[in-house]
């Protein structure tokens, strides 16, 4: 197989104009790692606490938790679509796995089955609403983000069911210094990176939010591209429900509010465009890592719980200011 | 199979209302060149947008390679050998050329993985065919309005199709790169490729095609061998009547100086401009593509910063606005030459569009009068005698030439003193221009200077008082009427000054 002799990963060199606008488009991505840096360097001057294994491992698998649904949420946006369901979807999932586990071993592959089938589920009802009955997803997706939030606070409003022992046990593993929940951050990260750049779904998704018209009668199979995405998206927000019983061993009702604006944070912070046609995976990694590390130094220096949100609210216009100034 | 590759019987069409299409038929034999003529609106887009499969007539049916055809897909489409290029750019901007030539029909290896490699070089090899250098990885959005009709044309190239349908793919190009688009017409026919090619340039027309089809309000006209028309035949099947292609002129001396602009430079491309305009009369400028026509435009109109250099309105005593509301206060407005981008508000009515440079004079207490607001939309509409159905249609279903008057009629309204016209004539049919030209010279009895940036010699020279050439930033040259022509013209606009004058 010739593929990498022939450049298949290997980059050909770009001309000076294109690595120009390169830069330019990704100059804000730079600034969002710079500033994660000087949180870092507060951090580790301002708390002892900070710069522990300890916490660090804890801020890498909670960046994962967010990352993984922000990573969908980010293909949605790059198509001109959003789902505002996924932390609903992150709350009936967590409580279908601990009710279909019931804290026996055995029943492990049938709830991860039966999770993830929800989140196909949800997924192709969003694509037919959207594709079918051509409903703008901001309203298909609010609806779901009601109406499962309404599952599943019927399902129970106190916690119900049980993790296994091994599904506990996975929230703690680690592979070499870093927890296993990270390292499945770090290969989804890959994975998107790849289908971004290298696959014709993900051309597709670039011109299917880049321009819907042109898209359109260039034979781009619409319907496909959308049913796919929004697919992928509740996947992730399923699995992410899946991790959230790893690490409380019950189904509880109260995970999963407010994820959905917290990963569309994320994904605005890395240079996503709300109009679509424009994605960045390393700006959605440096969103959901600002984000993280932020709620984590805050709490570690001890401030007010209201004022973390006021600070999120700052860093969301500022970053957003930054890619109006350098973008174009 | 019949002789004919391509037959579209009794095709009719409305939109919402408009009979777009009634009763229309044309067929093409295999590797000729069919003209497809007739004014703004007259339905020549929609007819190729039904053979495309972006819209499905109401009635009528359509043999293409001796097969009907029914229901099928803008892929299938594709596939079956009728590629399209459409009058609107139809390029996603934040892909990059490579990726927009084969949008939707990308190499590809199992599992929908791409073939990068191959879609680099098969890319390359039809940017090399049509002459072109561009940069492969390089997002469409930034390159030139040009640059992106030739990476249209490559697109539908790289389709293979047997019938390439162009809707006027020449309105944004010029000089050589008109002749490289021939020449390609000329290689594909030769190859047996069938070409529908739209257009308002009567002349290309006559240089390309083999038979002419006219449509008019929907309807077919006639349809005629090229070597039994002549132009003046070809325009009054298109308008109806007969229609004496003379452009208007002046007959009063030349007025006042109105502007004054001196050493004019932008970080884009201006380097030193100067010009002065007159009251009453019309300034051409004329230069290739990208020789910093509107760029000139947008600095006189205060939308991009000056780094050097600076601008006076004489009578007013305004200088060096910084913003498009400064200088419209002042009494400068520009017509810009994208109009779907930058001169109209395309989903909202022809009244907003036309009423709000204004608006703020036609309220009482904050609360808009509408009476007022009528007032000044009919009178924008008799004075033009733009062509709508009430003025609450939305703008991006008139026609080409009916927006190029909203915008007009936009600026109009706020009684400037200098207007910049920014390829004023792109698109418009051949009535509808002339309708232009002698607005424009109306607007010169009143006093109005005008600044118009032209890409259609013919035009420059019938119209223009006074001819700048630019070239790379710069004044190549200024010419009285009498001294233009133009082999002159190009001369300037290609060598530039110094080297024009040596010569
Ligand atoms: N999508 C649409 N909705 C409503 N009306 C439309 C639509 N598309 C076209 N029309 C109307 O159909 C008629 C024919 O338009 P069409 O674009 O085919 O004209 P054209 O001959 O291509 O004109 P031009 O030379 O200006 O491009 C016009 O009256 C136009 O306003
Ligand atoms: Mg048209």
Same mark, same amino acid.
């Given at each position: 197989?010739?593929?990498?002799?022939?450049?298949?990963?290997?980059?050909?060199?770009?001309?000076?104009?294109?690595?120009?606008?390169?830069?330019?488009?990704?100059?804000?991505?730079?600034?969002?790692?710079?500033?994660?840096?000087?949180?870092?360097?507060?951090?580790?001057?301002?708390?002892?606490?900070?710069?522990?294994?300890?916490?660090?491992?804890?801020?890498?698998?909670?960046?994962?938790?967010?990352?993984?649904?922000?990573?969908?949420?980010?293909?949605?946006?790059?198509?001109?679509?959003?789902?505002?369901?996924?932390?609903?979807?992150?709350?009936?999932?967590?409580?279908?796995?601990?009710?279909?586990?019931?804290?026996?071993?055995?029943?492990?592959?049938?709830?991860?089955?039966?999770?993830?089938?929800?989140?196909?589920?949800?997924?192709?009802?969003?694509?037919?609403?959207?594709?079918?009955?051509?409903?703008?997803?901001?309203?298909?997706?609010?609806?779901?983000?009601?109406?499962?939030?309404?599952?599943?606070?019927?399902?129970?409003?106190?916690?119900?069911?049980?993790?296994?022992?091994?599904?506990?046990?996975?929230?703690?593993?680690?592979?070499?210094?870093?927890?296993?929940?990270?390292?499945?951050?770090?290969?989804?990260?890959?994975?998107?990176?790849?289908?971004?750049?290298?696959?014709?779904?993900?051309?597709?998704?670039?011109?299917?939010?880049?321009?819907?018209?042109?898209?359109?009668?260039?034979?781009?199979?619409?319907?496909?591209?959308?049913?796919?995405?929004?697919?992928?998206?509740?996947?992730?927000?399923?699995?992410?429900?899946?991790?959230?019983?790893?690490?409380?061993?019950?189904?509880?009702?109260?995970?999963?509010?407010?994820?959905?604006?917290?990963?569309?944070?994320?994904?605005?912070?890395?240079?996503?465009?709300?109009?679509?046609?424009?994605?960045?995976?390393?700006?959605?990694?440096?969103?959901?890592?600002?984000?993280?590390?932020?709620?984590?130094?805050?709490?570690?220096?001890?401030?007010?719980?209201?004022?973390?949100?006021?600070?999120?609210?700052?860093?969301?216009?500022?970053?957003?200011?930054?890619?109006?100034?350098?973008?174009? | 199979?019949?002789?004919?590759?391509?037959?579209?019987?009794?095709?009719?069409?409305?939109?919402?209302?408009?009979?777009?299409?009634?009763?229309?038929?044309?067929?093409?034999?295999?590797?000729?060149?069919?003209?497809?003529?007739?004014?703004?609106?007259?339905?020549?887009?929609?007819?190729?947008? /039904? &053979? !495309? $499969?972006?819209?499905?007539?109401?009635?009528? %049916? @359509?043999?293409?390679?001796?097969?009907?055809?029914?229901?099928?897909?803008?892929?299938?489409?594709?596939?079956?050998?009728?590629?399209?290029?459409?009058?609107?750019?139809?390029?996603?901007?934040?892909?990059?050329?490579?990726?927009?030539?084969?949008?939707?029909?990308?190499?590809?290896?199992?599992?929908?993985?791409?073939?990068?490699?191959?879609?680099?070089?098969?890319?390359?090899?039809?940017?090399?065919?049509?002459?072109?250098?561009?940069?492969?990885?390089?997002?469409?959005?930034?390159?030139?309005?040009?640059?992106?009709?030739?990476?249209?044309?490559?697109?539908?190239?790289?389709?293979?199709?047997?019938?390439?349908?162009?809707?006027?793919?020449?309105? /944004? &190009? !010029? $000089?050589?790169?008109?002749?490289?688009?021939? %020449? @390609?017409?000329?290689?594909?026919?030769?190859?047996?490729?069938?070409?529908?090619?739209?257009?308002?340039?009567?002349?290309?027309?006559?240089?390309?095609?083999?038979?002419?089809?006219?449509?008019?309000?929907?309807?077919?006209?006639?349809?005629?061998?090229?070597?039994?028309?002549?132009?003046?035949?070809?325009?009054?099947?298109?308008?109806?009547?007969?229609?004496?292609?003379?452009?208007?002129?002046?007959?009063?001396?030349q007025g006042e100086l109105v502007l004054a602009a001196k050493d004019l430079a932008t970080?884009?491309?201006l380097?030193?401009v100067s010009l002065e305009l007159y009251a009453g009369e019309i300034l051409g400028i004329?230069?290739?593509?990208?020789?910093?026509?509107?760029e000139l435009a947008r600095a006189l109109f205060g939308a991009d910063p000056l780094t050097g250099g600076s601008i006076e309105l004489v009578d007013k005593g305004a200088s060096a606005w910084g913003s498009p509301a400064q200088a419209i206060g002042a009494g400068l407005v520009l017509a810009p030459?994208?109009?779907?981008?930058?001169?109209?508000?395309?989903?909202?009515?022809?009244?907003?569009?036309?009423?709000?440079p204004i608006?703020?004079?036609?309220?009482?207490?904050?609360?808009?009068?509408?009476?007022?607001?009528?007032?000044?939309?009919?009178?924008?509409?008799?004075?033009?005698?733009?062509?709508?159905?009430?003025?609450?249609?939305?703008?991006?279903?008139?026609?080409?030439?009916?927006?190029?008057?909203?915008?007009l009629?936009k600026w109009l309204s706020t009684d400037p003193a200098v207007i910049i016209l920014d390829?004023?004539?792109?698109?418009?049919?051949?009535?509808?221009?002339?309708?232009?030209?002698?607005?424009m010279?109306?607007l010169n009895d009143r006093g109005i200077a005008i600044v118009m940036i032209?890409?259609?010699?013919?035009?420059?020279?019938?119209?223009?008082d006074r001819?700048m050439?630019?070239?790379?930033?710069?004044v190549?040259?200024?010419?009285?009427?009498?001294?233009?022509?133009?082999?002159?013209?190009?001369?300037?606009?290609?060598?530039?000054?110094?080297?024009?004058?040596?010569?």
């Amino acid at each position: 197989m010739n593929l990498l002799a022939s450049g298949f990963f290997g980059k050909r060199k770009r001309s000076a104009q294109s690595r120009a606008v390169f830069l330019r488009r990704n100059g804000p991505i730079i600034m969002v790692y710079a500033f994660i840096l000087l949180l870092v360097l507060i951090g580790i001057t301002q708390s002892e606490r900070f710069f522990t294994e300890r916490n660090l491992t804890n801020v890498a698998r909670q960046s994962a938790f967010l990352g993984l649904v922000a990573l969908g949420q980010m293909l949605v946006i790059l198509t001109a679509g959003i789902d505002l369901s996924v932390g609903s979807l992150v709350k009936v999932s967590i409580l279908v796995s601990a009710i279909v586990m019931n804290g026996e071993s055995a029943n492990v592959l049938p709830a991860i089955i039966a999770t993830l089938g929800l989140g196909v589920l949800v997924g192709l009802i969003h694509g037919f609403l959207i594709n079918e009955l051509r409903i703008a997803p901001f309203i298909v997706t609010l609806a779901s983000l009601v109406i499962l939030r309404g599952i599943g606070l019927t399902i129970s409003s106190s916690p119900v069911g049980k993790a296994s022992r091994e599904v506990m046990m996975f929230y703690v593993q680690k592979i070499g210094p870093i927890p296993i929940i990270a390292w499945m951050f770090f290969l989804l990260i890959v994975l998107t990176m790849l289908l971004l750049r290298f696959t014709v779904f993900g051309k597709y998704l670039y011109a299917v939010g880049g321009n819907i018209e042109v898209a359109r009668l260039s034979g781009v199979p619409i319907k496909a591209v959308r049913y796919g995405v929004y697919v992928l998206c509740s996947l992730t927000a399923a699995v992410t429900g899946l991790l959230w019983l790893s690490r409380m061993g019950v189904g509880d009702p109260a995970i999963g509010d407010g994820i959905e604006l917290q990963t569309i944070t994320a994904v605005i912070i890395g240079g996503t465009s709300l109009f679509g046609g424009r994605a960045s995976v390393l700006g959605t990694l440096g969103g959901v890592l600002l984000l993280g590390i932020t709620a984590n130094l805050l709490v570690m220096l001890g401030v007010n719980q209201f004022i973390q949100g006021l600070i999120q609210g700052v860093i969301i216009v500022a970053a957003v200011a930054l890619y109006k100034q350098e973008g174009d | 199979m019949s002789e004919f590759i391509l037959e579209m019987r009794n095709i009719s069409k409305s939109f919402a209302g408009v009979q777009a299409l009634k009763d229309v038929s044309i067929r093409c034999r295999p590797g000729l060149v069919y003209g497809l003529v007739g004014e703004n609106g007259a339905g020549k887009s929609t007819l190729m947008k /039904i &053979l !495309a $499969g972006a819209y499905s007539a109401d009635a009528g %049916e @359509i043999t293409y390679k001796g097969e009907r055809r029914d229901q099928a897909s803008t892929a299938e489409i594709i596939a079956s050998g009728i590629s399209i290029i459409y009058q609107e750019l139809a390029l996603v901007g934040q892909m990059s050329v490579a990726e927009n030539i084969f949008l939707g029909r990308e190499p590809r290896h199992a599992l929908g993985i791409l073939n990068l490699p191959e879609l680099h070089a098969r890319s390359a090899v039809l940017l090399k065919r049509l002459g072109i250098e561009l940069d492969l990885d390089l997002p469409v959005s930034e390159l030139t309005i040009a640059q992106q009709q030739l990476v249209e044309i490559a697109k539908a190239l790289s389709q293979h199709a047997d019938l390439i349908v162009m809707d006027e793919p020449s309105a /944004i &190009l !010029a $000089g050589s790169e008109l002749d490289q688009l021939f %020449e @390609i017409i000329q290689n594909l026919v030769e190859q047996g490729v069938t070409i529908i090619y739209i257009s308002h340039r009567l002349e290309e027309v006559f240089r390309i095609a083999d038979e002419v089809t006219v449509l008019k309000d929907g309807e077919l006209v006639a349809t005629r061998p090229i070597g039994e028309l002549d132009r003046a035949t070809l325009v009054e099947y298109m308008v109806g009547r007969p229609l004496d292609e003379v452009f208007p002129q002046t007959e009063h001396e030349q007025g006042e100086l109105v502007l004054a602009a001196k050493d004019l430079a932008t970080d884009t491309i201006l380097d030193g401009v100067s010009l002065e305009l007159y009251a009453g009369e019309i300034l051409g400028i004329a230069g290739m593509v990208g020789s910093g026509r509107t760029e000139l435009a947008r600095a006189l109109f205060g939308a991009d910063p000056l780094t050097g250099g600076s601008i006076e309105l004489v009578d007013k005593g305004a200088s060096a606005w910084g913003s498009p509301a400064q200088a419209i206060g002042a009494g400068l407005v520009l017509a810009p030459e994208d109009r779907k981008a930058h001169g109209l508000f395309t989903t909202l009515s022809v009244r907003i569009n036309v009423s709000i440079p204004i608006l703020s004079t036609l309220t009482r207490l904050g609360v808009l009068k509408r009476r007022a607001e009528d007032q000044v939309v009919r009178e924008a509409q008799e004075r033009l005698s733009i062509v709508m159905s009430s003025p609450d249609q939305e703008t991006q279903f008139l026609s080409g030439g009916n927006q190029q008057k909203v915008v007009l009629a936009k600026w109009l309204s706020t009684d400037p003193a200098v207007i910049i016209l920014d390829e004023p004539t792109r698109g418009v049919d051949v009535g509808a221009k002339f309708e232009i030209y002698r607005l424009m010279r109306q607007l010169n009895d009143r006093g109005i200077a005008i600044v118009m940036i032209s890409s259609e010699l013919p035009e420059i020279i019938g119209m223009s008082d006074r001819i700048m050439v630019m070239n790379d930033g710069r004044v190549a040259g200024e010419l009285t009427r009498d001294e233009a022509g133009e082999a002159r013209i190009i001369e300037l606009a290609t060598l530039g000054a110094a080297e024009a004058g040596q010569s």
